[in-house]
Nanobody, 123 residues
Framework: QLQLVESGGGYVQPGGSLRLSCVPS????????IGWFRQAPGKEREGVSC????????EYSDFAQGRFVMTRDTTKNTVYLQMNSLNPEDTAVYYC????????????????WGKGTLVTVSS
């Protein structure tokens, strides 16, 4: 039924950029808050960014602020994460997740998850 599919991950050198995409299936992103999360090797999953259901607010974690830009294209029903100035610490599996009720993107309240896309930043 409800699904999310991430894409765009890959290998990139430090300082490079990648754009991740998240495509909802079975629902319209306008009806959900959408968050990007990541999990690095040996680390807990952490939030990256979040667009509120209303689209009126986009939040970024400290490590993403100024480097990553989250956008949504309602005509394509797609959410993007543009990642710039990548460094090895950004290496992780990146997930998108959705929450229908409420605002913001607390990990425990996100009820639709993608399977993730791997981003590797290395020289």
């Amino acid at each position: 039924q409800l699904q999310l599919v991430e894409s765009g991950g890959g290998y990139v050198q430090p300082g490079g950029s990648l754009r991740l995409s998240c495509v909802p299936s079975g629902f319209t992103l306008d009806d959900y808050s959408i968050g990007w999360f990541r999990q690095a090797p040996g680390k807990e999953r952490e939030g990256v960014s979040c667009v509120w259901r209303s689209g009126s607010r986009i939040e970024y974690s400290d490590f993403a602020q100024g480097r990553f830009v989250m956008t949504r294209d309602t005509t394509k029903n797609t959410v993007y994460l543009q990642m710039n100035s990548l460094n090895p610490e950004d290496t992780a599996v990146y997930y998108c997740a959705a929450r229908k009720y409420g605002v913001s993107c607390p990990d425990s309240n996100m009820h639709v998850w993608g399977k993730g896309t791997l981003v590797t930043v290395s020289s």
